[in-house]
T-cell receptor, first 113, second 115 residues
Framework: QQQVKQSPQSLIVQKGGISIINCAYENTAFDYFPWYQQFPGKGPALLIA?????SEKKEGRFTISFNKSAKQFSLHIMDSQPGDSATYFCAASSKAAGNKLTFGGGTRVLVKP | GAVVSQHPSRVICKSGTSVKIECRSLDFQATTMFWYRQFPKQSLMLMAT?????????EQGVEKDKFLINHASLTLSTLTVTSAHPEDSSFYIC???????????FGPGTRLTVL
C-alpha cells in the first residue's frame, strides 16, 4: 500500500513559471514532511520540510503548503529556472516509527528556457 | 555541514562476488543511518535502518543475509551485497540522521552493476 501518493509524475514549465507538485498521505501518525530534489546519478538533497502544526513554510523560491485535515501537502517552486530541472520527491515520517522516510513516487520537472 | 559520503561511487563486479559500500557522515555523528535502493526512474525504497552498535532492522522482503549491514561507529555504516547477481544491479543510497533531529542527509549514491 502506497502511503504517500505524489502527482503529477512529470511536469513541464516555462522559465519563470510556477511548478506545483502535490502529495497525499494516509498515515495520520506522520509528523514530518520533507521535500527532496534529486539530479540524475546523485543522491537526494533536502529542499525544505514542514511539520503538521504549520500550514505554510517558505524558503526562497520554494514554498510548502500543508493541509492537515485533507492529509495533503504541496511544493510550489516560484520563478522556475532551467537549473531546477530535476526529480522531486515528497516524503513523510513519524517519530513513532523511528523517523523512517516513506517517499512519494517522484515528479520529473523540466523547466524550458 | 551535514555532509554524507559514500564509497565507491560506482562499482562493476562479476556475478557471485561480494561488494562492500561505505557510508560516512563527515561532520556530524549519526546515531541512525538508513540504506535505500533506487531503480531507474523510480522512487527510493528503504532497505534497512542501521543503529550504531546494534543489529540493523530490515524492511519486509529484504534479505538480511544477502544485504549485510554494519554500523560500527557513529560516523560509519557499511552495506555488503553478498553473492551479487545481475538483479542486484541498482543505485544504493545511504542517509544519516543526527540524534534529536528528523532530518536525513543523503549520500551521493553508489551505482552497482553486476555482470
Amino acid at each position: 500500500q502506497q502511503q504517500v501518493k505524489q502527482s503529477p509524475q512529470s511536469l513541464i514549465v516555462q522559465k519563470g513559471g510556477i511548478s506545483i507538485i502535490n502529495c497525499a498521505y494516509e498515515n495520520t501518525a506522520f509528523d514530518y514532511f520533507p521535500w527532496y530534489q534529486q539530479f540524475p546519478g546523485k543522491g537526494p538533497a533536502l529542499l525544505i520540510a514542514i511539520r503538521p502544526d504549520v500550514s505554510e513554510k517558505k524558503e526562497g523560491r520554494f514554498t510548502i503548503s500543508f493541509n492537515k485535515s485533507a492529509k495533503q501537502f504541496s511544493l510550489h517552486i516560484m520563478d522556475s529556472q532551467p537549473g531546477d530541472s530535476a526529480t522531486y520527491f515528497c516524503a513523510a515520517s513519524s517519530k513513532a516509527a523511528g523517523n523512517k522516510l516513506t517517499f512519494g513516487g517522484g515528479t520529473r520537472v523540466l523547466v524550458k528556457p | 555541514g551535514a555532509v554524507v559520503s559514500q564509497h565507491p561511487s560506482r562499482v562493476i563486479c562479476k556475478s557471485g562476488t561480494s561488494v562492500k559500500i561505505e557510508c560516512r557522515s563527515l561532520d556530524f555523528q549519526a546515531t541512525t543511518m538508513f540504506w535505500y535502493r533506487q531503480f531507474p526512474k523510480q522512487s527510493l525504497m528503504l532497505m534497512a535502518t542501521s543503529n550504531e552498535g546494534s543489529k540493523a532492522t530490515y524492511e519486509q522482503g529484504v534479505e538480511k543475509d544477502k544485504f549485510l549491514i554494519n554500523h560500527a561507529s557513529l560516523t560509519l555504516s557499511t552495506l555488503t551485497v553478498t553473492s551479487a547477481h545481475p538483479e542486484d544491479s541498482s543505485f544504493y543510497i545511504c542517509s544519516a540522521r543526527r540524534s534529536s533531529s528528523n532530518e536525513q542527509f543523503f549520500g551521493p549514491g553508489t551505482r552497482l552493476t553486476v555482470l
